[in-house]
């Protein structure tokens, strides 16, 4: 088939040809993806993508965890094009600011919780993140405490690809690539139940892997740490979500040795999982926020930090300046285009549609997989699904790394017109906030059959 855009017609393979030539695609084998050819995703509506060869997709990861509002919606195209129209670009740097700017700040401060007054613009989630790096750092040093720089995050996590961001994260892959984490950042391990806790209850587990944070901070010593990161439910990791009691204790020892709490909200923010922000489901209050993703569901980019009553205090009252900032912080263009999707949550009642009907009705339906011969452990929370494919159902033992067996299942998604991805064995899904129920089903009788494929893939093969 061939395509058309503003200035040309071309067949896929002329352009796969090109993007193999010159497009070097993020975390991506450069080589293998030339060898196959990428797919070329033309235009989509609603929750479904269209390919360059007509097929049509159903997007179970809302692009990646951003398109909460779904494709085409003509409201975000037309405030993109008032503001373009208007004023492009203007920076903030020069004591200037933008209406959408101004804007956007006031409405984040009323749909977050009450001790954010104040965000910091960013252009993406690593960004943002890289913000939080040197404002917690500026904190300390500016109540007479520079000696507090130690931030702790947790294996297998995910804040972006940035120097700081890849630090921050807890993904062995990135930190081998480019001397990483950088100086005073540490990690303690996950709460991933079924890989570390089954001999436990989930809520006995939880406590515990909290418990690993006061132990970490007593062997640093109190007064060298500055903060605690970590994403409410951890996304890129494989949707894990922790047991309830896990964030509350978390939240205890931060307060105990006067530890800034980070919440990364880059996919649990702006409803995700039922609440508007994840904090709000797990019970914390943290002094950051990182936000990007669902915050203009994609469109254009954006990111920030919310900052704390706590911090901006200080930054405002003690600081000077505040000597950091990007180009595009407070980008007219993309702030408009967050006003605009964050009302349309709004009017739609999205977050409570997530939170009463479809956040349960898919937790009902993830419930049901469990008795699927391949599945060892399903989870669910708001709009976000894990399901673990497991060699032995009965004693959870899971499957030679090398089998690649989640892999074998996401190439039956592409096959049958599903975008799930698979992290290890985890297959996981994130998809856009305005389903209907219909649409839930029409996803899950997608996920049963490829999981029915990869089954009929394993017993043939011998490998369970
Ligand atoms: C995606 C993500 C980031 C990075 O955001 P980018 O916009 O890709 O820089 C940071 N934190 C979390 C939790 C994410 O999921």
């Given amino acids: 088939m061939t395509t058309h855009t503003g200035t040309a017609t071309r067949s896929t393979q002329d352009w796969q040809r090109a993007d193999a030539a010159h497009f070097l695609h993020p975390f991506t084998d450069f080589q293998s993806l030339a060898r196959k050819g990428s797919r070329i995703i033309t235009r989509a509506e609603g929750i479904h993508l269209h390919d ?21 919606r003509q409201e975000l195209v037309d405030a993109a094009t008032r503001q373009m129209q208007e004023l492009p670009f203007y920076n903030a740097f020069f004591q200037t600011a933008t209406p959408p700017a101004i804007e956007l700040a006031e409405l984040l401060a009323q749909v977050t919780p009450r001790q954010f007054q104040h965000v910091f613009f960013a252009g993406s989630g690593s ?71 089954r001999s436990q209850s989930r809520e006995a587990f939880g406590l515990q892997a909290a418990g690993w944070l006061e132990a970490r901070i007593l062997e640093i010593g109190a007064d060298k740490v500055a903060a605690f990161i970590g994403e409410p439910v951890q996304g ?64 254009v980019p954006l990111g920030g930090v919310m900052v704390g009553e706590r911090i901006a205090k200080v930054l405002i009252e003690q600081g000077g300046e505040f000597s950091h900032g990007y180009t595009y912080s407070g980008h007219p263009v993309a702030c408009a285009v967050a006003l605009a999707n964050i009302r ?15 956040g349960p009705y898919l937790a009902q ?24 494919l497991v060699k032995d159902k009965a004693g959870g033992e899971a499957f030679p790394e090398a089998l690649e067996v989640g892999m074998v299942c996401r190439g039956h998604c592409f096959g049958n017109g599903l975008i799930m991805r698979a992290v290890g064995d985890r297959m996981i899904i994130a998809p856009p906030l305005v389903m209907t129920r219909a649409q839930i089903d029409e996803m899950m009788a997608l996920i049963r059959r490829c999981l029915d494929l990869t089954w009929a893939d394993v017993r043939r093969n011998g490998w369970a």
């Fill in 236 to 299: 890129a990791g494989g949707v894990i979500v922790p047991p309830d009691s896990y964030w509350p204790e978390i939240q205890r020892i931060c307060d105990k040795y006067g530890i800034l709490l980070v919440s990364d909200e880059v996919i649990c923010g702006f409803g995700r999982t039922g609440h508007w922000f994840g904090c709000e489901r797990f019970g914390t209050r943290p002094d950051l926020m990182t936000f990007a993703k669902g915050v203009t569901s994609g469109y």
């Fill in 344 to 358: 349309l949550i709004q009017r739609e009642g999205l977050v409570e549609r997530v939170h009463g009907d479809s």
């Fill in 365 to 388: 339906c993830f419930e049901a997989l469990a008795d699927h011969p391949l599945v060892g452990e399903t989870q669910s929370c708001g709009m976000m699904g894990a399901v673990l």
């Fill in 52 to 72: 360059s060869e007509g097929h049509r997709i159903l997007d179970a990861m809302s692009g990646l965890w951003c398109v909460n509002v779904g494709y085409g």
């Fill in 127 to 197: 960004e943002g993140n890289d913000t939080v790096v040197r404002m917690v750092r500026r904190y300390w040093d500016l109540l007479g405490q520079p000696e507090r720089q130690v931030i702790i995050s947790r294996n297998n996590a995910y804040h972006g690809s940035t120097m700081a961001g890849a630090s921050l994260g807890g993904m062995r892959g990135m930190h081998v690539q480019g001397g990483l984490p950088i100086p005073g950042i540490v990690h303690i391990e996950q709460p991933y139940w079924h890989a570390l806790g």
